[in-house]
């Protein structure tokens, strides 16, 4: 095991969209982009910062164009955004952003639910908003949710998938992350999709993005380590879940998955403390726990170390 791992790997933080879009209490613009700002000191190099999606279907993130502009663009971090059509495409370029994220499912029922379209009707807009947006100078991501199962229609050929992602490459995505939206995946079957995705799809074109939902997913980043993924994507804290996927649950926490890659000596670049300090901000915020099991044990140990009194010195 784990001959392929390589020795450096790319946390992509998605907290900031994946993570607050389920959050039903609406949290203040400054708020959020002082939060983003603070990850930009972490260490992180990628994060997605909000979604340019419909406010109706996504009430958080409605203030889209004002975070996304009032986030400082620090040299060496990317940030990025979702963008579901062409309308989207307009805000994101109303808001200077160097990345967009387009996305898809991989299964008919989720992407009428999420999207109100068809899988091929979202390739046709994509054919329309990728090209706009590399024209613009935009890098360009992708997203194939409900690769690991649908919550609407259970299991999910793994050959959709490959296919959808091999698209996406050819259309001129830069990476395509593989999206278990409801947290369902185990290792063994991380393993197999990944071996028929990379039938049609190079490695270094692929990132994984899994949902903590039943505590499969540090489990499932070692399969995918395994099998040589350089890109995971995480969520301060384990905030997260999908509105149109019923039951989807927080995001893989970033705490968890730095501290467990730090272990395991491989390189993330991201200082775990001020991470920590970032995500309990970002607890207060939503006003509830964060999931992430590092945050809670970090935590701990900072009231013990506060409570301990101090040496005598006589
Ligand atoms: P629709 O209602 O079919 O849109 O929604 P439409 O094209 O028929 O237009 C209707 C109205 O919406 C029009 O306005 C448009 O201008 C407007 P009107 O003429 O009626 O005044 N409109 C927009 N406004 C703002 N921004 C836009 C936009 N587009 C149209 N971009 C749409 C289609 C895609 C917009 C909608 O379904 C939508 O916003 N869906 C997003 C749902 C979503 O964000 N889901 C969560 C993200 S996916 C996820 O979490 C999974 C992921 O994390 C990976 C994983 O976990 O697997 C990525
Ligand atoms: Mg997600």
């Known amino acids: 095991m784990f001959e392929a791992l ?47 999606v419909h406010p109706k279907w996504i009430p958080q993130l409605a203030d889209a164009v004002e975070v ?11 940030h990025a955004a979702l963008v579901p059509n062409q309308h989207g495409l ?10 967009i994220a387009v996305f898809l499912s991989a299964s008919e ?18 054919d329309e908003v990728i090209p706009a947006a590399l024209e613009a100078g ?22 959709v998938p490959a296919r959808l992602a091999a698209d996406l490459v050819a259309k001129g995505c830069y990476q395509v992350s593989l999206g278990d939206t409801i947290g369902v995946a185990n290792p063994r079957q991380v393993r197999d999709v990944l071996a028929q995705v990379l039938r049609e799809v190079p490695l270094d074109r692929l990132a994984v993005h899994f949902h903590d939902t039943r505590g499969t997913a540090l489990a499932n980043v070692t399969a995918a380590l395994d099998a040589g993924i350089r890109t995971v994507d995480s969520a301060l804290g384990g905030l997260g879940g999908c509105p149109y996927a019923p039951g989807a649950s927080g995001n893989l926490a970033t705490e968890d998955l730095v501290y467990m890659l730090d272990g395991m000596g491989v390189r993330t670049g991201i200082d775990l403390d001020a991470l920590c300090e ?15 099991r590092y945050l809670k044990a970090w935590a701990g140990e900072k009231v013990r170390r506060a409570r301990k009194p101090p040496v005598s010195s006589a």
């Open 90 to 99: 307009d805000r994101a370029q109303a808001a200077k952003m160097e990345e």
């Open 68 to 78: 996304a502009s009032g986030v400082a663009r620090v040299s060496g971090v990317t």
């Open 109 to 126: 029922a989720h992407s009428r639910k999420n999207i109100n379209k068809t899988i091929a009707e979202a390739l046709l807009t994509f």
């Open 6 to 52: 390589a020795p450096e790997i790319t946390v992509y933080e998605v907290g900031p969209r994946d993570g607050l879009q389920n959050e039903p209490v609406p949290i203040p613009t400054a708020d959020k982009i002082a939060m983003i700002d603070a990850l930009g000191r972490t260490g992180l190099r990628q994060i997605e910062v909000t979604s340019f």
């Open 278 to 292: 970032v995500s309990q901000q970002a607890a207060a915020l939503v006003h509830h726990e964060l999931p992430s």
């Open 138 to 159: 935009m890098r360009v991501r992708a997203y194939v949710s409900t690769v690991f199962g649908c919550p609407y229609e259970g299991a999910v050929d793994p050959v």
